[in-house]
């Protein structure tokens, strides 16, 4: 099971932490990635490095405070992306682009319903 923690400092003090963003990948451990770095894009965050699937990410962050998480979905993947697309693709175009409603509807057209 993926997790994720989300902590919001609703008044940080000078030298505090203003958010902290915990997320357990839980994933093969075999599978490989990159651990977390700033792309060229701007993206800090880890990279799927699995074989057709390099680029995409679990957990990703813009350098003004965009965040995508992606987490587990209880269907086998033939049954929500009929076309074979890797889901981590979906936490970067929505961070990466610079309209995130633009993609959300992107990506709820191709979704079935």
């Known amino acids: 099971m993926c997790l ?3 902590y ?3 008044d940080p003090k000078e030298g505090e932490y203003k958010v902290i963003l915990v997320n357990n ?3 093969f451990y075999s ?3 990159k651990p977390a770095y700033f792309w060229d894009s701007g993206i800090l ?3 799927d490095m699995y074989t057709g699937r390099e680029g995409g990410t679990w957990l990703g962050m813009t350098e003004n405070g965009n965040i995508a998480c992606l987490l587990n979905i209880l269907k086998p993947r033939e ?3 009929k076309d074979g697309a890797a889901r981590g693709f979906l936490g970067y175009g929505l961070i990466s682009d610079t309209d995130p409603l633009f993609w959300t509807l992107v990506v709820n057209q191709r979704a079935p319903v």
Do not use: K, Y
């Open 4 to 6: 994720l923690f989300v």
């Open 31 to 33: 599978r490989p990635t």
């Open 8 to 10: 919001i400092n609703p």
């Open 25 to 27: 990948r839980d994933e």
């Open 45 to 47: 965050g880890g990279a």
């Open 79 to 81: 049954e929500f992306m």
